[in-house]
């Protein structure tokens, strides 16, 4: 079997199928790629052939181009990666400019039409296939979506997509769909023009087939290879066109702090190659697009936000033990965290059991539910029908007994062991003997915890991040005693919520907590030492962590904080290294200031509670020194604290697989992803300029920054993370 198939239609219409064999989604490989011109050629040399239309077999269009196909041709390439992917980069423009040419002379005489039929959803190169086309259906599906997300995962649309969509619709409106990623549905899609007709699923095929028996020649000519044709809202020299651009580039650097380079690179294409004619143009998309390939920034992006996301989301290290689909969960507590996992339970279609000690709490959990579905009914994201059939997957109760036919059980109740201990007991008394008992706990030890267990083998962690619903990433912790089944049990549900799972190992804090702990400290800790807080956030967001620690904080609230702090004190006695940090934390929560809920924190709030500047009695207590640290030191500072945790988790054994720990820190707590997560920079930076770094930073800064012995020793053999823990993934 073949990527794609052709045959000829009683009427003269060539249809050239897409249909990857063994792969549920369509991606685009180099063999398939040069497949696809041969049927071209094939159709276009018939003269009985009237005209072409590409569609798929699948349930879905196209996913995009397999990645690997970028790293195979940079492997092969030897001392001229550049070259070979910019030749393979200009091989695809060619075959797509020969669809959109379809056989058309000098004076766009002669070719025959070409649409594109797109049953589903549509990504990448398969939505630049489809803008190289003369005329785009898609079916009215609205769970079908259409984009080019490339940028998303550090690229930019390179097979001419940004070409050809700016020059449709002009830099100003292509901005959304090219600089965003933005995926849209089928009539969405049309108003943007990413498509040009929406018809209903079984009359996709007829529809495409029909117009391209009834196209003329005009309508397959694209405005681009018409004389005189004028960039729509102006060409960069005119005067609504210089006011476009200067506007584009502004906003690209305000989102993305000038540390993501494939947005300033594609800005750069679509500005120059409107100034040349379109063959140009493309060649110049090409020289851009290869940049990004070659930039260790991008190529890290694709690894984690693309190649290993994928990878642990398929399961990559689950135990080999037999699949498990959870039917029923219990969710005990009832809280924003609990409300947040019965929500996105019962989006799964799972039944879920919402407990709390009160009927009244239980309630209020089961209307989270029905908040967000309001609120998608007003976005016409969804119908009262379904939103009734959402709410019916879900029981809120205070009794146990409806517990009892649970295959999963995940606790979210308040932090404390007792109370834990309790709620365990309770539940171990009316579930059955298979049901997984985890917990949602984000600090206390899950062996710990396990201790009030009867059957500690299958107690297991499943730590959500909040808010449930939107936040990607679950970390699963596995105790002493914890049994495969257990996790591979956690890792089919998390599959079944659609999320992206890492598997660590007990620790305090866990994996995700241990790191940004650390980067949430050392901004206070710069606050005590008079470092401008301006100058703290700024810092942060300019390396391209989402927000600042001290908004941060803010965010996830002070006196959380305060009672971490008390704990972790606790546990380590005279080893505890932040009470410099405490000071700053306990002082903030005696003065009132609690974060973002209390309208009062390290920023100052309105009295609708919108956070404004930073609060300005931080410099009655702690004075800002006239001498202040560089940019660079700052960067460092906050980076390397959360870094150096990082390699400490993986020398400790808390991570067993760096995939994870990059993945998990970009899904987690939204660690640069430009970086492609702390090994990825650390390789990008090298380990013995990182080890140096850190040896100077500890000579200025204390202990806290020692490079870990894992760290010194790959340095000194000047080895990389990914060749030496993730060989097979090292090539991406």
């Known amino acids: 079997m073949t990527d794609f198939t052709y045959e000829v239609d009683a009427e003269g219409v060539a249809v050239i199928t897409w249909d990857v064999p063994g792969?549920?989604?369509?991606?685009?490989?180099?063999?398939?790629?040069?497949?696809?011109?041969?049927?071209?050629?094939?159709?276009?040399?018939?003269?009985?052939?009237?005209?072409?239309?590409?569609?798929?077999?699948?349930?879905?269009?196209?996913?995009?181009?397999?990645?690997?196909?970028?790293?195979?041709?940079?492997?092969?390439?030897?001392?001229?990666?550049?070259?070979?992917?910019?030749?393979?980069?200009?091989?695809?423009?060619?075959?797509?400019?020969?669809?959109?040419?379809?056989?058309?002379?000098?004076?766009?005489?002669?070719?025959?039409?070409?649409?594109?039929?797109?049953?589903?959803?549509?990504?990448?190169?398969?939505?630049?296939?489809?803008?190289a086309c003369h005329r785009r259906f898609m079916t009215d599906n609205p769970k079908a979506k259409i984009g080019l997300p490339e940028?998303?995962?550090?690229?930019?649309?390179g097979a001419g997509g940004t070409t050809r969509y700016s020059r449709m619709v002009g830099a100003m409106a292509a901005s959304p769909v090219l600089l965003e990623g933005r995926m849209m549905a089928p009539k969405a899609a049309k108003s943007a023009q990413l498509v040009d007709e929406v018809v209903a699923h079984d009359e996709l095929l007829a529809a495409a087939k029909a117009w391209v028996l009834g196209a003329k020649d005009a309508d397959i000519v694209?405005?681009?290879?018409?004389?005189?044709?004028?960039?729509?809202?102006?060409?960069?020299?005119?005067?609504?066109g210089f006011m476009?651009?200067?506007?584009?580039?502004?906003?690209?650097?305000?989102?993305?702090?000038?540390?993501?380079?494939?947005?300033?690179?594609?800005?750069s294409a679509v500005y120059e190659g409107a100034m040349v004619p379109f063959e140009t143009a493309l060649k110049i998309e090409a020289r851009y697009f290869v940049s990004i390939l070659m930039d260790p920034s991008s190529s890290a992006m694709i690894r984690s936000l693309f190649l290993n996301k994928q990878a642990l989301e398929k399961g990559a290290n689950r135990p080999d033990v037999a699949d498990e689909t959870v039917k029923k969960v219990g969710v005990l507590g009832a809280g924003m965290m609990g409300a947040g996992i019965a929500l996105v339970s019962a989006q799964a279609?799972?039944?879920?059991?919402?407990?709390?000690?009160?009927?009244?709490?239980?309630?209020?959990?089961?209307?989270?539910?029905?908040?967000?579905?309001?609120?998608?009914?007003?976005?016409?994201?969804?119908?009262?029908?379904?939103?009734?059939?959402?709410?019916?997957?879900?029981?809120?109760?205070?009794?146990?007994?409806?517990?009892?036919?649970?295959?999963?059980?995940?606790?979210?109740?308040?932090?404390?062991?007792?109370?834990?201990?309790?709620?365990?007991?309770k539940v171990e008394a009316v579930i059955g003997p298979d049901c997984i008992f985890a917990t949602n706990t984000s600090t206390l030890p899950?062996?710990?915890?396990?201790?009030?267990?009867?059957?500690?083998?299958?107690?297991?962690?499943?730590?959500?991040?909040?808010?449930?619903?939107?936040?990607?990433?679950?970390?699963?912790?596995?105790?002493?005693?914890?049994?495969?089944?257990?996790?591979?049990?956690?890792?089919?549900?998390?599959?079944?919520i659609r999320k992206t799972p890492i598997v660590v190992n007990d620790a305090r804090f866990f994996y995700a907590n241990r790191c940004i702990i650390p980067y949430i400290n050392e901004g206070i800790r710069m606050v005590a030492e008079g470092v401008e807080p301006a100058l703290i956030e700024n810092a942060a967001k300019l390396v391209g962590m989402p927000l600042g620690p001290l908004q941060l904080v803010d965010e996830t609230s002070i006196d959380l904080g305060v009672k971490i702090a008390k704990a972790t004190r606790a546990a380590m006695g005279d080893a505890y290294p932040d009470g410099a940090v405490d000071e700053v934390l306990f002082w903030m929560a005696d003065e009132g200031r609690l974060g973002r809920k209390s309208s009062a924190g390290f920023y100052a709030y309105d009295e609708a509670g919108k956070r404004g500047l930073l609060w300005e009695g931080l410099a009655a207590k702690y004075p800002v020194s006239d001498?202040?640290?560089?940019?660079?030191?700052?960067?460092?500072?906050?980076?390397?604290?959360?870094?150096?945790?990082?390699?400490?988790?993986?020398?400790?054994?808390?991570?067993?697989?760096?995939?994870?720990?990059?993945?998990?820190?970009?899904?987690?707590?939204?660690?640069?992803?430009?970086?492609?997560?702390?090994?990825?920079?650390?390789?990008?930076?090298?380990?013995?300029?990182?080890?140096?770094?850190?040896?100077?930073?500890?000579?200025?800064?204390?202990?806290?920054?020692?490079?870990?012995a894992l760290l010194v020793e790959m340095a000194g053999k000047g080895q990389s993370f990914y060749a030496r823990f993730g060989a097979e993934d090292a090539a991406a």
């Not at 405005?223 to 005119?238: E, F």
């Not at 651009?245 to 650097?253: D, I, K, P």
């Not at 059980?409 to 309790?422: P, Q």
């Not at 988790?649 to 720990?661: C, K, M, S, T």
Request: charged share 25%.
């Open 23 to 131: 792969k549920s989604m369509n991606v685009l490989t180099r063999e398939a790629f040069e497949l696809v011109e041969g049927y071209l050629d094939r159709a276009l040399a018939d003269e009985a052939v009237k005209g072409i239309v590409i569609t798929s077999a699948k349930k879905d269009f196209a996913g995009g181009m397999d990645l690997n196909v970028l790293a195979s041709i940079r492997a092969e390439a030897g001392d001229e990666p550049a070259k070979a992917l910019f030749d393979f980069t200009m091989n695809g423009h060619r075959i797509l400019r020969k669809i959109e040419r379809a056989g058309m002379d000098d004076k766009n005489k002669g070719g025959k039409p070409v649409a594109c039929a797109i049953n589903g959803t549509c990504a990448g190169i398969g939505t630049e296939i489809a803008l």
């Open 151 to 157: 940028i998303l995962v550090g690229l930019f649309p």
């Open 222 to 240: 694209k405005p681009w290879d018409v004389k005189g044709w004028k960039m729509p809202s102006g060409a960069p020299y005119h005067p609504a």
């Open 244 to 267: 476009t651009f200067v506007g584009a580039s502004a906003m690209v650097h305000g989102k993305t702090q000038g540390v993501y380079p494939a947005a300033k690179a594609l800005l």
């Open 349 to 425: 279609g799972i039944d879920v059991v919402l407990l709390d000690q009160d009927q009244a709490a239980a309630d209020r959990g089961k209307a989270y539910t029905e908040s967000f579905a309001d609120k998608g009914i007003k976005r016409g994201k969804t119908t009262a029908e379904k939103k009734e059939a959402l709410l019916s997957k879900i029981t809120a109760t205070t009794d146990y007994a409806a517990l009892a036919d649970c295959d999963l059980i995940i606790e979210a109740v308040f932090e404390d062991v007792g109370v834990k201990a309790e709620v365990t007991k």
């Open 446 to 496: 899950i062996s710990e915890l396990a201790k009030a267990s009867a059957r500690p083998e299958q107690f297991i962690g499943i730590h959500f991040f909040s808010p449930v619903e939107k936040m990607m990433l679950v970390e699963i912790i596995k105790g002493r005693e914890t049994g495969n089944r257990a996790v591979a049990k956690s890792l089919d549900y998390v599959r079944q």
């Open 627 to 708: 001498a202040q640290p560089s940019l660079t030191e700052v960067q460092h500072r906050l980076l390397f604290a959360q870094v150096l945790e990082a390699v400490r988790a993986l020398e400790e054994g808390v991570l067993e697989d760096i995939r994870e720990g990059d993945v998990g820190a970009i899904l987690g707590w939204g660690f640069a992803p430009w970086s492609g997560g702390p090994f990825a920079w650390l390789d990008i930076i090298g380990t013995p300029y990182a080890a140096e770094r850190c040896a100077e930073l500890t000579e200025a800064h204390g202990a806290r920054f020692t490079p870990p």
